[in-house]
């Protein structure tokens, strides 16, 4: 399996262009990798969030592919379900069988807290769909509030900077690894300036017998305050500094599939970000450095976990 370049430009879009994300936004950018990636007819379900609400709007669609809108929280259940329906119908030949793929959008406020149990519980029924967490740390649709996806020491609307408090006060979840947790056949962590990357991850995603989950940085120009032509540098920052590390875990092998040369320090990361600048301030001196030691306590566990 391999991501040709050349064949990519020739495929038709999934997702059209006029949609109404903010200009320098990363989720359209992943959206299309996916879908350019499977190549292929896809059912999508949308969870609530910036990507559903700025593609979805009555009269009109930027989807060339068959989607559905549920709750904020049950987009598993919902392309679990499709999915099934199509597995009976074929399976008492009331529809021909036809290659398509099931795909879940969702972001990280719809995946690491309010629709935690309804993915985890479509997991472990074994449902044949990917998961596609577009994750901004935060819940971005509704006015930038922390969620469990939020690392330490950000600001946003409901984790503000003062003189009670220098942001959200606890680390982010370690959402891939209790997906990972849950032995299904593909789990993989990306982001999208790494495109060759992804889009491989993408197509093992769509070949494995059984549900997938992809963890994919989507930087935020709007909530994470850079400028909207620095989305692909901030996602590269974050690997580089391994705050965001690339790596899957396919049938069981955790895998390391991206070792920056030069490991970067988290500083350079923060320094690229409005959400960040009071850490930057000589007070904030101790959060940066226990920001710090969390990244490379993450880092040393993955590369044993990866047997590097
Ligand atoms: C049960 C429920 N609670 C809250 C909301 C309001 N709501 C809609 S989208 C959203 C934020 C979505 O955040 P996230 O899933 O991270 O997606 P993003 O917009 O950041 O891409 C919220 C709180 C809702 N629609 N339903
Ligand atoms: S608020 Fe952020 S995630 Fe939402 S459309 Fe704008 S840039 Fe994208
Ligand atoms: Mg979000």
Not at 59 to 82: C, D, K, L, R
């Amino acid at each position: 399996m391999a991501v040709i370049l050349r064949e990519l430009t020739t495929q038709p879009e999934g997702l059209a262009p006029g949609h109404g994300l903010c200009p320098g936004c990363s989720e359209s950018v992943v959206v299309r990798q996916v879908l350019h990636a499977l190549g292929k007819p896809a059912v999508v379900a949308l969870a609530t969030g910036c990507l559903e609400v700025s593609t979805t709007r009555f009269p009109y669609t930027s989807w060339q592919t068959s989607v559905v809108h549920n709750a904020f929280e049950n987009a598993a259940t919902t392309i679990g379900g499709a999915e099934a329906a199509y597995t009976a119908m074929v399976r008492r030949g009331a529809i021909q069988p036809r290659d398509v793929v099931f795909v879940v959008f969702a972001g990280d406020g719809a995946t690491y807290d309010i629709g935690l149990q309804w993915l985890s519980g479509a997991l472990e029924r074994g449902h044949r769909f990917i998961y596609v967490c577009l994750n901004n740390e935060g819940y971005m649709n509704t006015g930038i509030q922390r969620s469990g996806a939020t690392m330490l020491g950000t600001w946003t609307t409901t984790t503000p900077v003062g003189k009670l408090a220098p942001g959200k006060l606890t680390w982010r979840k370690d959402m891939t690894g209790i997906i990972a947790s849950h032995h299904i056949p593909y789990v993989a962590q990306a982001a999208p300036h790494a495109w060759k990357d992804f889009m491989t991850k993408v197509q093992r995603a769509g070949s494995a017998e059984g549900p997938s989950f992809l963890n994919v940085l989507a930087p935020c120009n709007r909530g994470w305050r850079y400028e909207a032509r620095n989305t692909m540098r901030v996602s590269q920052l974050a690997v580089e500094t391994c705050l965001w590390p690339l790596y899957e875990v396919d049938h069981g092998t955790w895998k390391l599939d991206y070792r920056p040369r030069n490991k970067r320090p988290v500083t350079e990361w923060l320094q690229s970000q409005g959400r960040f600048a009071h850490l930057l301030r000589p007070e904030n001196h101790a959060i940066v450095e226990e920001i710090q030691q969390r990244v490379d306590g993450e880092w040393e566990h993955l590369q044993q976990r990866c047997q590097e």
